[in-house]
Each structure stands twice: as structure tokens, then as C-alpha cells.
């Protein structure tokens, strides 16, 4: 498989841990008409003014309806965000204490395997000297502090990683979860994700860890079929540690 669509894949994936838990701020209303329905023959257009001037007549003197066909989005800012995902947490009775005792922290560190060096193209990403032939990848990324990022499931990730694939690239392909784990990380909530997938006749492991802080910190290895580096990934993963 070409080198560039598998980094592309393995960041759509990535990507999921990041969305995949009910983080999108805006709220869409259900007003919107289909272009379908918003399409009318002439025919169609003399009925309905015909409809509309009958409603008229019976509807005169009545308080007319509020307009929402261009209601604009709703922004969620992120104390109300924060609020709700800490009251879905406290629902679910699941664990809270990223919500009551974050601690401040600077950064996250790891050691790398000694064949991966940074990528000049994409920051945060680690590839082998051996790249693409051997597409192996490390990427991290460290954002801002998000709650929601707590209520993840197997079942949301695997759904976000599958919605991602189909949007980016027009293609169904398969999250396979190998196993999916709630961990502590220098005592801070943590997943930990084992999944693989297939694009074609490549299949792609990935071992994902996300930490939630004060901020979110997520580092994912990846490696197709042809090379094995999961001894590697694992001893590179014992040592994540974050920095206070």
C-alpha cells in the first residue's frame, strides 16, 4: 500500500480518541429542509401557494410561528460542556476525578524506539529511517483539557474511527477492538486501545494510549502486517510519564 495513504489512515484513526467522545460544540437544529423536499415542479409551487393562501385566511389575526430555517448554530461553550459531560460521568458512574482534582501538568514524555525519528512532514509524528517501506509510526499530539474525553467507550471509538474513514475517504472499513482498557497514567485517567483494521490486502495495528489531565494527551503506535514492532511499542509505552 502507498506510504501516504497509510499515514493518512492512521491519523483519520487516531483522530477518533479525539472526537469520538461527544466533543463537537456546535448544535445543529432539525429545520433544514432536503433538497428533496425543497424541490417543487410548477405544478407543485401553484398548489402550495394556493395551500399557503387558504392558511393565510384561516390564520389571520393568529401569533405567527417563530422562523428556524436559517437558525444559525448553537456554540457550546466550555464551562457548559464540561458540566454536562461531569454529569453524564456521575450518571454512568464512572470515574470523575478528572473533573474534581486535575493536576497541573507541563507535558508528557516517552522514550522512542531507536529506528523512529521525527517526521519532517506531519509534527508529532515518528516514522522509521526505513519509511515507507516500512510504514510504522509513532504519532502524539497534546491539546487542550476536555472532560468528554472521559465518557468513551469501545463502542463510541470504534464508531467514530469507522464514521471517520467513510467521511475521509469514502471507504467502509472495519475497526477490529482487540481489547480496550481504563487505566491511571501517573495517577490521571487513561485508555489504553488495542485495534486493527484492514485497507486493502495491509492490515494496520495500532496501540493507542490517551491520557485525560488538564489536558488531553494522546500517543499512538501503528504498523502494518509486513513488520512487527509491537515489543518495541510496548517498551516504549512503559516509560510514557507526565511532566508536572
Do not use: W
Request: aromatic residues 8%; contains cysteine; hydrophobic residues 35%.
Amino acid at each position: 500500500m502507498h506510504g501516504k495513504k497509510v499515514k493518512c489512515l492512521i491519523l483519520a484513526l487516531c483522530a477518533a480518541v479525539l472526537v469520538g467522545c461527544g466533543d463537537k460544540e456546535a448544535v445543529h437544529t432539525s429545520a433544514e429542509a432536503s433538497g428533496a423536499e425543497a424541490e417543487l415542479s410548477e405544478d407543485g409551487e401553484d398548489e402550495a401557494e394556493t395551500g399557503q393562501e387558504e392558511a393565510s385566511d384561516e390564520n389571520e389575526g393568529a401569533e405567527p410561528a417563530p422562523d428556524t430555517s436559517f437558525m444559525a448554530p448553537v456554540e457550546m461553550d466550555e464551562t457548559l460542556k464540561n458540566q454536562l459531560a461531569e454529569e453524564l460521568l456521575q450518571e454512568n458512574e464512572m470515574d470523575i476525578s478528572v473533573v474534581e482534582s486535575a493536576p497541573v501538568t507541563k507535558g508528557c514524555s516517552f522514550t522512542l524506539p531507536e529506528a523512529f525519528s521525527e517526521s519532517e512532514d506531519i509534527e508529532g509524528m515518528y516514522v522509521t529511517r526505513r519509511y515507507p517501506i516500512d510504514a510504522s509510526t509513532i504519532y502524539y499530539v497534546a491539546l487542550g483539557r476536555d472532560v468528554a474525553l472521559q465518557l468513551m467507550t469501545e463502542e463510541t471509538f470504534k464508531a467514530q474511527a469507522e464514521e471517520n474513514f467513510r467521511k475521509e475517504y469514502g471507504e467502509e472499513i472495519e475497526v477490529t477492538i482487540d481489547s480496550f482498557e481504563s487505566i491511571r497514567i501517573d495517577g490521571c485517567p487513561a485508555f489504553r486501545i488495542l485495534c486493527h483494521y484492514e485497507v486493502g490486502d495491509t492490515q494496520i495495528t495500532q496501540l493507542e494510549y490517551a491520557i485525560n489531565a488538564d489536558k488531553s494527551y494522546v500517543i499512538t503506535y501503528s504498523q502494518t502486517s509486513d513488520y512487527d514492532r509491537m515489543e518495541e511499542y510496548e517498551a516504549s509505552a512503559e516509560t510514557i510519564h507526565l511532566e508536572f
